[in-house]
């Protein structure tokens, strides 16, 4: 295994910032979490979400069709345990309902892109957002556009093997994982919900 | 369809039992799809590759493949294996030497649309005057595709490597195309002991709802979305769309090193690794190293083997690593170009150890002779 000293962080990192598995930073195994380009305890990387969403003064969720659809059994209840630790956060929700290029202009308070996100983080000063349901290439794409032209902080709760572009990626995400997040969201905020 | 039992890739692969046939490395192709459960695969004729699409139509025949025709030449049957994969199956062709270059358009589009198809190359010449010998030319054009590219020294590793592909090219944080390559006639056409996998078992089945970008199921949400045309707007945020899609592609190929080297036991196969003198080369140029260093080690001359498995990704921190304690490095190619020396110098910090050949091609054969006489000349 490479040592990778890329550190993942909000940026604006540049004109156009290298992907990051392609300076070293790798995947976590299962059971693992990736933090700011290193593995970590998924524990570690709930906890530290939890932290980075209660501190921030705007933390906004970006669902992708995974979740917006309730397509296979399972998905409702996730978006359900989704739209409860919104209010536990005090986020909003700022769909990615597709991921087609929006032309003329897209309308950056109601929906996010995968090729422009950052129109959207900018139009309404996001300091925190948290991916979720949105396809593994296309969430890549977009937390790689963030991070380059940003100072946000993203959040990967993904279903699949995480994703290297975000600051904090938990793999192999579902129900459990949002509603301890929600838990520990709770507790951090010294047990009182929004 | 003939019924076989679906087990875990690491069983079938590394587990169970195996049987020795003598057989060429077209029937080592059609042996490997028998066990991959492959949904569909496109065939056009081209030598030396047309044998082993044959043999895939004969074991569709059978039962062993769930749909299987003939395109109307390379461009449309790379174009329609696209469109399977996207549709979310399992598919399979093969093609070599002018049916590649024919075809050349797609398969950047292929890693570009996150498609996880296994292709075979059987390598051939692509000069004119026409000539159908063996020849690794091709490769050079296909290293920047964005396709993983492993290169086959003997019909073994052809057949294990087709089965790994698809375990390979599926996976989700992976799910781009693997070209698997084996060189024309000297593997294709050329009888050899090959361990095979039980023929009532098969891998899993590919699950395309795992896929890094929307299957294109238009029946069911969430997917009853086509997949976006690309950015081609003129401005800023489209291009940087572009370059990162790309960068995405490229971060797809890096993640794949892992997977790589669970199944393949490594990117590279050293042998003598104490060696001063090394022979870094892939496909059968590996064999006919093989022959020259027994005769070099018999004067006494330390010379080892690196066997390149995967040149995409390629294995320069593992080539790099070697070559810091070498004198020398000898590249055998079977090409005009040079594309493996050219790999091999722009990874390691003193390209001048390394001796850009032996090189033969337009279907000459590679004496052992050749190679042995530039160990010597090192040596001294």
């Not at chain 1, 309730?70 to 919104?86: F, I, S, Y």
Request: include cysteine; hydrophobic fraction near 40%; proline fraction near 7%.
């Amino acid at each position: 295994m490479r040592e990778s000293s890329y550190k993942v962080l909000p940026g604006p990192e540049g004109y156009l910032p290298p992907a990051a598995a392609t300076m070293g930073v790798m995947l976590p195994d299962p059971g693992q979490a990736i933090m700011e380009g290193e593995s970590v305890d998924r524990d570690t990387a709930l906890r530290a979400a939890a932290l980075k969403l209660i501190e921030a003064r705007n933390p906004v969720f970006f669902p992708g069709p995974l979740i917006l659809w309730d397509w296979k059994p399972g998905v409702a209840e996730k978006a359900t345990a989704l739209k409860e630790l919104a209010e536990a956060v005090g986020a909003k929700m700022i769909p990615m309902p597709d991921y087609r290029p929006k032309y003329p202009m897209i309308n950056p308070a109601i929906e996010v892109n995968p090729n422009h996100p950052n129109l959207t983080i900018w139009h309404n000063k996001i300091d925190v957002c948290l991916f979720i349901g949105v396809h593994c290439h296309y969430a890549n794409l977009a937390l790689k556009i963030i991070r380059g032209g940003t100072d946000c902080y993203t959040i990967a709760v993904c279903a699949e093997a995480g994703h290297e572009e975000a600051m904090i990626s938990l793999r192999d995400a579902g129900l459990c994982e949002l509603q301890r997040l929600r838990e520990l969201v709770i507790e951090l905020k010294g047990g009182k919900n929004q | 369809m003939i019924d076989q039992k679906i087990v875990d890739p690491d069983y079938l692969l590394f587990e169970a039992p195996r049987t020795s046939e003598y057989i060429t490395g077209s029937e080592a192709v059609r042996e490997a799809i028998k066990r991959a459960n492959v949904d569909m695969a496109i065939a056009y004729p081209i030598t030396p590759q047309s044998e082993s699409m044959h043999l895939v139509g004969d074991i569709y025949a059978q039962g062993y493949v769930k749909e299987y025709f003939r395109g109307e030449n390379e461009f449309a049957v790379m174009s329609s294996v696209a469109g399977a994969s996207m549709a979310g199956v399992r598919v399979f062709t093969a093609t070599g030497g002018p049916g590649t270059m024919r075809a050349f358009e797609v398969f950047p589009t292929w890693a570009g649309a996150r498609l996880p198809i296994v292709c075979a190359f059987m390598t051939r010449g692509i000069n004119s005057p026409l000539t159908i010998q063996p020849d690794t030319i091709e490769m050079a054009y296909l290293l920047e595709t964005g396709i993983l590219m492993l290169h086959a020294e003997n019909s073994q590793d052809l057949h294990d490597m087709l089965l790994m592909a698809f375990m390979v090219a599926e996976k989700t944080d992976v799910h781009i195309p693997v070209g698997v390559f084996a060189d024309g006639f000297f593997v294709t056409h050329t009888r050899d002991k090959v361990n095979m996998l039980p023929e009532d078992c098969k891998l899993p089945s590919y699950d395309p709802y795992t896929s890094p970008v929307p299957v294109m199921d238009m029946e069911n949400v969430p997917v009853r979305q086509m997949r976006d045309p690309f950015v081609m707007k003129s401005n800023f945020i489209s291009y940087a769309a572009h370059a990162s899609w790309q960068q995405e592609i490229d971060a797809a190929a890096e993640r794949s090193r892992k997977y790589l080297n669970h199944y393949l036991g490594g990117l590279i196969d050293v042998e003598h690794e104490d060696a001063d003198i090394f022979i870094v080369t892939s496909g059968t140029a590996v064999s006919q190293s093989r022959e020259a260093i027994a005769t070099a080690r018999e004067e006494g001359i330390n010379v080892g083997l690196v066997k390149i498995k995967s040149i995409r990704p390629f294995p320069g921190e593992e080539i790099r690593a070697l070559a810091s304690r070498s004198k020398g490095i000898i590249v055998p190619e079977f090409n005009r170009v040079g594309w493996l020396a050219k790999e091999i110098c722009s990874v390691i910090d003193e390209p001048r150890k390394v001796v850009r050949g032996p090189r033969v091609f337009g279907g000459m054969t590679m004496p052992p002779e050749l190679i042995l006489a530039e160990i010597r000349r090192i040596n001294q």
